[in-house]
């Protein structure tokens, strides 16, 4: 429904009334002279003349005249612009069950609209650009088509493709359809027993553990470059081999395939002695013996310049008392005899070497 208001200010009880793009009068003063029960008046006074329009329809858009019979007559201007939502969003795809890797192609039209309606692309929580094509119908509508391509893989399995319509006469306007993609097989072998070394003696049990689109349907173990133990024993997806030995050592593979093709996973046995990993000598940590080592150093250097530097200042001249008063001496026999510490008996028997 439209509302069409006429205002006055200080009207001088001039006639007011409203005519429609034709320039047909649709009311004069409280009066319908135009036979179209759509309009109806909701209040006339001298300063107001308001006419409701109702199941508006894309003829009547254009410009409306409200006009005071003055001299010389005054007129005021409306404009409708008439909105037409799209028809339900149409969403189609080219494939409806895909291959991981493939290309696809879906479509999505918004029909009928006025203005032309703004088509968005979401997958998942991602948006994705299409290709949009707009044409004008006979009866100046437009229908609106957007083209979206993309590659699908493993991971859009189950992910909705949202096809979202803006247009300012709707909202939440959206079509969806969901993904279908098949995959090959994601295979990983897990080590059920032992949880730690593969000795010699033990048991060994292995499960092959995998997924795929369509579900695999055969399951294989082999042994790289050599035959699987003559006494394994292979049940579905589990092998299981007792009494490891040495000979048993090498890589083991668990092969799943689908119809869209096959994957692998393998696993290296390594048969270990019987006590292997017990008593094992504890690790040295060479880093705190190091330090140790150069702590002990750096304390013996220490020392060295300490005592160094003490014997450096106690340092002194020494002299021996033997020969004290020799220096005054005339001669060599009187040097003898004057000397501190030596004969000083002048009575003691005296040899001369000549």
Known sequence: MAIISCRVKNNDDSVIQLLNPNRQTIYFRDMRPLKDSRFQLVNFSDNELR????????????????????????????????????????????DEVLSEGNETEMTCTAMSSKPAAI????????????????????????????????TVSKEDDGVPVICIVDHPAVKDFQAQKYLEVQY?????????????????????????KFRGKPEPQRVNWLKVDDDVPSHAVITGADLYIENLNKSYNGTYRCVASNSIGEAYDDYTLYVYDSRAGEGAPRTVDHAVIGGVVAVVVFAMLCLLIVLGRYFARHKGTYFTHEAKGADDAADADTAIINAEGGHTNSDEKKEYYI
Request: aromatic share 8%.
């Open 51 to 94: 006419v409701s329009l109702s199941n508006v329809s894309l003829s009547d858009e254009g410009r409306y005249v409200c006009q005071l019979y003055t001299d010389p007559p005054q007129e005021a201007y409306a404009e409708i612009t008439v909105l037409i939502p799209p028809g339900n969003p149409i969403i189609e795809a080219r």
């Open 119 to 150: 088509i968005r692309w979401m997958k998942g929580d991602k948006e994705l650009p299409g290709k949009p094509k707009v044409e004008l119908t006979y009866d100046k509508m437009y229908t609106v088509t957007s083209r979206l391509t993309f």
């Open 184 to 208: 090959k097989p994601e295979v990983k072998i897990v080590v059920e027993f032992p949880q730690g070394l593969t000795r010699e003696g033990e048991n060994l049990e292995l499960s092959c």
